[in-house]
C-alpha cells in the first residue's frame, strides 16, 4: 500500500509545482502582471480598460485571494481566459486536443510495439549479426533531431514522388461524413505518425534491448533452453513476463515523449493541434491560453505516468499474493 | 577514434571558423543560389552563403550544448549527493528527483522561454534546470551502492569527516558516471536547444544550426528547393550527437576491460 501512495503524493506534488509554477509566474516577472495575463502591452491602454482587466483578473486584491480564484478557475474546468482569442481556454484547447491524441496515440502504440518485439529479438539473441547491425542503425537514428526526419520525409515523400499531402490532417473538401474523408483522414495522418514513430523508436529499442540482454542470462532461461522450449517460447512466455514491470513503465514515459514530440511535428506539418496552439500563443504572447496548455499536457503525462505505476505495482505477483498471504 | 576526429573538426569549425571558408559570415551574393563550385551548398534568401553559415554556427551550438551540459552535470551530481542523506534534507532532495522526473520538459521549456524572453543564458539556465533529472538519477544509484562499500565503512570507522569521505573517496569514484552523463549529456542539450531554435525560440544575434532550420522553413526553402539549407545543419547536429556517442562508447569499453 506504501508503495500506491508514494507515487500518487509524488504526481501530486508534481501537479502543485506546476499549479504555483503558473500562478507566480506572471506575478514575479519585472513588469505589470496585467501585460502578461491580458497580453495587451499596458501602455496601449486606457485608464477604463486597465480597471476593466484588473478587475477581472482579480488583481486588485491580495495574493492569497488571488490565489483562491486562480484555483477556482482550474476546478470549474474554465483554466483561464484568452483575451486575445476571446474565448475560455479549456474550449480552446478541447477544440485542438483531438488533432493531437490522433497523432499521439497510434505513435505511442506503434513505437512501444515495434521497440518491443524488435528489441526482444535483438536482445535474446545477443552479439548475433542482426543484433549488431539494427542497434548500430537505431543509434545513428537516434542522433537525428525529429525535424530532421520529418524534412526529409516531406521532401522525399511530398515534393519528389507527391504521394502524401503535407499539410493540414484533412483536403479542403472533405468534411466528416463524405464519401472517403476516412481514407483521406489516414493517408494525412501516415506521415505525422510515421515521423513520430521514427523518432521514438530507437529509444524504446534500446531501452528494451538492454533489459532483455540481462534477463537473458538469468538461469530460467537457461534453464527452459535446455528443456528444448523453442525461442518464441520463451521470448514471449518467459522473458516477456519478467520484463513487464520496465516495459509498463517505457510505455508510460512513451506518453510524454510522443506528446512533446507531437509539438515540434505539428509545427511542420500544419496540423491545428496542441502544438500549433501553444506556438500561437507564444508568438502572440498570450500568457493564459500558454499557461493552460502547460497544465492539460502536465496532466496528461501525470496522469500517463501514474497510471502506468500503479498498472506496475498491481500486476506484481509478490504484491497480488502478498496480501493474501498477510 | 572515428568520434575524436569528427569532433576536432567540429571544435575546429568553432573556434577557427575562417580556416573552413573563405566568405565572412554577412558576404552578400545573389540569394538563393543553387549549390556550385562557389557555394558548396548555396545561398540563402539575405545572399549570405549556407555553408559559411553553417560553419559559423558551429561556435554557438557547442557552447550552447557545453555550458548547459556542465551545469547539468553539476546540478545533478549535487542534488544525486544531497537526496542519499539521510533525514529531512534527503527526504526533500529525493522528493525533488521524483517531481522533475514527471515534468514534461519541453512544454515547460517552451513556455518558460516565452516568460523570460529568448537569450543565450536564459536557454543555458532553462535547459540545465530541467535537464539534471537523469544524471541526479544516476548519481543518486551510485553513491547508495558505493555508501555501502567496505571502503567507506572504513573511513567512517578512522572517523573522517563525511564532508572529507564525499569528495575524497566517493566523488573519484563517481568518474564514470559522470564523464558518460557529461557526453550524453551535451547530445540531448544540443538536441533541446535546436529544438527551441527551431520552433522560433532561439536567441537571434547568436544563430545556431537550430535557428538556421528555423529560419530556411520560415523563408520558404520549400518553395526554393533549397534542400541544402534545410537539411544541412540537421546533419551537422547528428554528425556532432553522433561524434560526442563515439566518445562515451570508448570510455564504455575501457571500463568494461578494466573490469575484465
Known amino acids: 500500500m506504501k508503495k500506491y501512495r508514494n507515487s500518487i503524493v509524488t504526481a501530486l506534488v508534481c501537479f502543485l509545482i506546476v499549479l504555483v509554477l503558473n500562478f507566480i509566474l506572471p506575478r514575479l516577472l519585472p513588469g505589470d502582471p496585467i501585460a502578461y495575463l491580458s497580453g495587451f502591452a499596458e501602455e496601449d491602454m486606457t485608464a477604463a480598460q486597465y480597471e476593466r482587466y484588473a478587475s477581472a483578473l482579480h488583481l486588485n486584491e491580495s495574493l492569497p485571494k488571488q490565489f483562491w480564484y486562480y484555483l477556482c478557475s482550474l476546478v470549474n474546468g474554465t483554466l483561464g481566459y484568452s483575451f486575445k482569442k476571446e474565448a475560455v481556454v479549456s474550449a480552446l484547447i478541447m477544440e485542438r486536443i483531438g488533432s493531437t491524441l490522433q497523432i499521439t496515440l497510434p505513435a505511442v502504440v506503434l513505437s512501444t510495439g515495434i521497440g518491443l518485439v524488435w528489441g526482444l529479438h535483438c536482445g535474446y539473441r545477443k552479439n548475433s549479426l542482426r543484433d549488431r547491425l539494427s542497434t548500430s542503425a537505431l543509434i545513428v537514428l537516434n542522433t537525428v533531431p525529429s525535424f530532421l526526419i520529418a524534412l526529409v520525409l516531406i521532401i522525399l515523400l511530398c515534393f519528389q514522388h507527391r504521394i502524401f499531402p503535407y499539410t493540414g490532417l484533412s483536403s479542403a473538401v472533405m468534411a466528416p461524413g463524405v464519401h472517403g474523408f476516412l481514407a483521406d483522414r489516414l493517408l494525412h495522418l501516415f506521415l505525422p505518425v510515421l ?14 534491448r538492454n533489459t532483455v540482454r540481462k534477463a537473458a542470462e538469468e538461469k530460467y532461461v537457461l534453464y527452459a533452453r535446455q528443456r528444448g522450449l523453442s525461442d518464441r517460447k520463451i521470448q514471449y512466455s518467459y522473458i516477456l513476463k519478467n520484463i513487464a514491470q ?26 491545428n493541434g496542441m502544438g500549433k496552439l501553444l506556438t500561437d500563443a507564444v508568438y502572440t504572447l498570450d500568457y493564459p491560453l500558454m499557461q493552460g496548455i502547460l497544465f492539460v499536457t502536465t496532466g496528461i503525462m501525470v496522469i500517463s505516468i501514474v497510471a502506468s505505476d500503479l498498472l506496475c505495482i498491481l500486476i506484481d505477483p509478490k504484491v497480488r499474493w502478498g496480501e493474501e498471504l498477510a | 577514434m572515428l568520434g575524436l576526429l569528427l569532433l576536432l573538426l567540429f571544435l575546429a569549425a568553432a573556434l577557427q571558423p575562417d580556416w573552413f ?27 549570405y552563403d549556407i555553408y559559411t553559415e553553417i560553419v559559423y554556427g558551429t561556435r554557438d551550438t557547442l557552447f550552447i550544448g557545453v555550458m548547459s551540459s556542465v551545469l547539468t552535470l553539476l546540478l545533478g551530481a549535487a542534488i544525486g549527493a544531497l537526496s542519499t542523506r539521510k533525514g529531512l534534507l534527503g527526504g526533500l532532495f529525493n522528493g525533488l528527483i521524483n517531481v522533475f522526473v514527471l515534468l514534461p520538459r519541453l512544454i515547460t521549456l517552451i513556455v518558460l522561454s516565452a516568460f523570460l524572453g529568448t537569450s543565450r543564458w536564459h536557454l543555458i539556465f532553462l535547459i540545465a534546470a530541467f535537464s539534471w533529472v537523469g544524471t541526479a538519477r544516476n548519481v543518486r544509484a551510485q553513491v547508495i551502492h558505493l555508501n555501502s562499500q567496505p571502503f567507506v565503512e572504513n573511513c567512517i570507522i578512522q572517523g573522517y569527516s563525511r564532508f572529507h569521505i564525499v569528495l575524497r573517496h566517493i566523488l573519484p569514484n563517481l568518474y564514470e558516471v559522470l564523464i558518460s552523463r557529461f557526453l550524453l549529456g551535451i547530445n540531448s542539450c544540443i538536441m533541446m536547444e535546436s529544438t527551441l531554435s527551431f520552433l522560433g525560440f532561439g536567441d537571434l544575434y547568436h544563430p545556431t544550426w537550430g535557428t538556421m532550420i528555423n529560419f530556411a522553413y520560415k523563408r520558404g526553402a520549400f518553395m526554393r528547393q533549397a534542400y541544402p539549407y534545410l537539411l544541412m545543419p540537421g546533419v551537422c547536429i547528428m554528425g556532432l550527437s553522433l561524434s560526442f556517442y563515439f566518445i562515451s562508447l570508448y570510455f564504455e569499453a575501457r571500463r568494461e576491460a578494466i573490469q575484465n
Do not use: Q
Not at chain 1, 247 to 267: A, D, H, K, P, R
Not at chain 2, 24 to 45: C, F, I, Q, Y
Open chain 2, 21 to 47: 571558408t573563405s566568405y565572412g559570415l554577412k558576404d552578400m551574393a545573389r540569394p538563393w543560389l543553387k549549390p556550385s563550385a562557389e557555394h558548396v551548398l548555396g545561398t540563402n534568401s539575405l545572399g
Open chain 1, 246 to 271: 520496465p516495459f509498463i513503465t517505457m510505455v508510460g514515459m512513451s506518453v510524454s515523449l510522443c506528446v512533446g514530440g507531437s509539438l515540434v511535428i505539428e509545427n511542420i506539418f500544419s496540423v
Open chain 1, 195 to 208: 515521423t513520430l514513430t521514427l523518432g521514438a523508436v530507437p529509444s524504446r529499442y534500446l531501452l528494451m
